[in-house]
């Protein structure tokens, strides 16, 4: 397969760079992704398995419709997503990539080609680096460095699957990118997700760790409405066994570590023997794409 090029009806073209990636951020750009320390937390704690639970979903709800899903939650059945056709290689956008870890994963299962997309040119780097493994045999994983925020150098109905975990989104940009049938997966954390971190912050600091809103999912929902119709919704909860230091990676590895002061990270060092059980509790939505923009 040829590397991947991103170029413009201008003329202008972007290579994949010496470490295996196109970037599109400019020199001087002052948006920051997660830098490598937060990353190598993430790996750490990814590839502990802790949050498998999550990628069982992920790949159930990136798999064909059932006909048992007829109706579900009121939405028409999907028997012949256009990303699951067996003649078909699903290409699947990971947006907010991180490690990588989801998109592997999910490819692992279903096959297809990935685009690892982020603002950290750590995180793709290492996306692209680690293709390979978790069984990704004949699947291939290229690299984008690029903001969310800004439109997205990928044709009109080009990705069959979006996977976007824990990440921002650019909703009218991620339905012009959307094939006709194809799916976006997103992940967001419930309020109860890693709760018992959270109410050990230092009460000056309001906490260890951003709070999540209790109905993120709810919202999200009603935002992406006009877009996106959801035809299923999982909540899963589940205990993490913490380890030593795995406390702080929990929070190293999450926005918090954008804010988290140096206070805190002591405190955290502090209580993290203390920790054996913490709760993950995430929200998995599958959205359809609305053939034409529907105003509110
Ligand atoms: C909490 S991490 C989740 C990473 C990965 N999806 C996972 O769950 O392992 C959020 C990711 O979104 C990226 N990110 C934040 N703002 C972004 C933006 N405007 N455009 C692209 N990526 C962004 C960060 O660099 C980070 O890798």
């Avoid at 470490?19 to 990814?46: E, F, P």
């Avoid at 979006?162 to 009218?172: H, Q, S, T």
Wanted: aromatic residues 6%.
């Amino acid at each position: 397969m040829s590397p991947l090029v991103v170029g413009c009806d201008a003329g202008h073209r972007f290579d994949v760079n010496k470490r295996g990636y196109v970037s599109l951020l400019a020199s001087t750009s002052k948006v920051v992704g997660d830098s490598a320390a937060m990353l190598d937390a993430r790996a750490q704690v990814l590839a502990s398995g802790v949050y498998s639970p999550i990628v069982d979903v992920l790949i159930e709800l990136a798999r064909p419709a059932s006909a048992s899903e007829a109706g579900h939650q009121g939405a028409p059945a999907r028997t012949s997503a256009r990303a699951f056709r067996s003649d078909a290689r699903p290409r699947i956008l990971d947006a907010g990539c991180g490690t990588g870890y989801y998109l592997r994963e999910l490819l692992g299962a279903v096959g297809g080609q990935g685009l690892a997309m982020d603002l950290s040119p750590a995180a793709v780097g290492r996306a692209v680096r680690s293709q390979g493994t978790a069984g990704v045999s004949d699947a291939r994983v290229d690299g984008l460095v690029a903001d969310t925020w800004q439109p997205l150098p990928i044709r009109d109905g080009a990705v069959d699957i979006i996977l976007n975990v824990f990440a921002p989104r650019n909703v009218p940009e991620f339905h012009r990118v959307l094939a006709t049938d194809g799916v976006l997966l997103v992940v967001v954390p419930t309020a109860g997700h890693l709760a018992e971190l959270r109410a050990a912050g230092p009460p000056r600091d309001g906490g260890r760790m951003l709070d999540v809103p209790a109905d993120k999912a709810a919202q999200l929902s009603e935002t992406i409405a006009p877009y996106f119709a959801r035809d299923r919704q999982e909540n899963i909860t589940f205990t993490i066994r913490v380890g030593e230091g795995t406390a702080d990676q929990l929070v190293a590895m999450g926005p918090s570590a954008h804010h988290v002061t140096e206070h805190a990270t002591a405190a955290a060092d502090e209580n993290a023997a203390t920790f054996r059980n913490v709760t993950a509790s995430v929200d998995i939505l599958r959205f359809h794409r609305r053939e034409v923009y529907r105003a509110k």
